[in-house]
């Protein structure tokens, strides 16, 4: 196992290619080039073979009080030739302790394929997300919907309005815990792309702003397809990819333009943060027809950097025995005071005794330690120790990371 040379970057990406089973044209994957540091590449070997790979990316990620670093992992696969011999694991062995040797990062973040991957190397699943199937004549706001006569919509070019957009993000990423700093490469190699993979079968990347006279307040990011049913009716869709504003008005205006598209019946909005105000603006919010599934894994790289690294709703002052295997180093008795933000190895008794992906499910806020308690996975020493952790962690608004890296 090695970091990689620029000159293996194809190797790289077939192997990516054939773990993922990958549709895409590969100088697709060249785009990724662009956001990835070649000195954070990792690749498995087997002689000359290369038959697993992992990334991370340098993020600034929000966290509760605002944002930090964090190693955002990402391009894990392994060839299908040498799956189930242990590829995986010695690669996140080899990542994880090379991230707390670097010390750049104490908290590492992922999407995961597939949700029973990660939890064994200390990853929790710390975010959730809505995917919405919104028929647009279900589609009304309730009366108290907010409405600022100044706000118009201007349809835009995505590329034409990018000062725009990195604007309204930048305003609401620092938040939201979850949220991540988009680079300019990111922007351009992720978000604003349209190729006919981009399009996915659906029309180009279009782009809605609710302005008034002093700029830009909120914007839309979505593609369209518009179609006829066998009598002749109307029923095109729309696919939300981002929805940003820096307030509600300007919010539930953006909403409406993309709810109110002609032609088309039904809006698909995927990967929408839990709290969405969308679910408190519709008369009707059953029209949502949420489905929830997993955003992103936390894992507390080095737990006393990483807590004393985030603020806290209420205080805490506690002993906790941390549980962690495969991160040796924050295994044991470490006292928490929230007040002074600090976190430090102690010699006293524990008030909790939890699991390392426990702690970095709740590290963004949004996951409850009670709930993971009634699961049996956290154990109380104390009484009300238990409250007092899950009162300090728990965060407003929910985690989110919006887009998956
Ligand atoms: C997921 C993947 C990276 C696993 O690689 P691997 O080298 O086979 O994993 P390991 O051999 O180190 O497996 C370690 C453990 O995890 C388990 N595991 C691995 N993949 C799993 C999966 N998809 N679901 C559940 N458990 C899994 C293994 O059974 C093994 O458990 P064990 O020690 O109890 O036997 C590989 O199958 C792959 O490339 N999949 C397609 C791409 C992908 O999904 N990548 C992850 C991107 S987020």
């Avoid at 737990?303 to 205080?315: F, G």
Wanted: hydrophobic letters at 45%; charged letters at 25%.
């Amino acid at each position: 196992m090695r970091p990689i040379e620029e000159s293996e970057w194809p190797a790289f990406v077939a192997v990516d290619y054939e773990a993922f089973s990958a549709t895409y044209p590969v100088e697709i994957a060249d785009r990724w080039r662009e956001v990835l540091e070649i000195d954070r590449l990792l690749s498995a070997f087997d002689g000359d073979l290369m038959v697993g790979c992992a990334a991370a990316l340098s993020f600034e990620m929000t966290v509760p009080g605002g944002p930090i670093p964090v190693a955002g992992v990402t391009s894990v696969g392994v060839l299908p030739s040498h799956r189930r011999r242990g590829v995986l694991t010695a690669l996140m062995t080899r990542q994880l302790h090379g991230l707390h040797e670097e010390g750049r990062e104490a908290v590492a973040a992922l999407y995961a394929s597939q949700a029973a991957i990660y939890g064994r190397f200390g990853y929790g699943r710390a975010a959730d997300t809505l995917n919405f199937r919104i028929p647009t004549h279900g589609s009304v706001f309730t009366r108290s919907a907010p409405a600022d006569p100044a706000l118009r919509l201007r349809v835009a070019g995505p590329a034409d309005a990018l000062a725009d957009l990195r604007r309204i993000y930048d305003a609401v990423r620092p938040g939201r815990p979850g949220m991540y700093a988009r680079s300019d490469g990111y922007w351009r190699t992720e978000i604003l792309p349209d190729t006919e993979h981009d399009r996915g079968g659906m029309g180009p990347l279009r782009c809605l702003i609710a302005e008034d006279a002093t700029g830009a307040r909120g914007y839309a990011l979505f593609r369209a397809k518009a179609g006829w049913d066998e009598h002749g009716v109307p029923d095109g869709e729309v696919r939300l990819l981002e929805l940003f504003a820096s307030d509600p008005a300007a919010y539930a205006l953006v909403w409406r333009g993309v709810l109110d598209r002609d032609l088309c019946t039904v809006v698909h909005a995927e990967r929408r943060p839990v709290d969405d105000p969308i679910t408190h603006l519709l008369a009707e919010p059953r029209q949502l027809h949420a489905g929830w599934f997993d955003d992103l894994w936390i894992r507390l790289v080095d737990v006393d950097r990483a807590l004393a690294s985030r603020a806290y709703a209420a205080p805490a002052d506690l002993v906790l025995d941390v549980q962690d295997e495969f991160c040796p180093w924050n295994a044991g008795r470490r006292r928490l005071v929230t007040d002074k933000a600090s976190c430090e190895p102690t010699g006293a008794p524990a008030d909790l005794t939890l699991p390392v992906d426990v702690l970095g499910a709740a590290y963004l806020g949004g996951r409850s330690l009670r709930a993971a308690a009634d699961a049996g996975l956290v154990r109380e020493h104390r009484p009300g120790a238990l409250r007092e952790l899950s009162a300090a962690m728990a965060w407003d608004p929910a985690p989110w990371g919006c887009r998956v890296f």
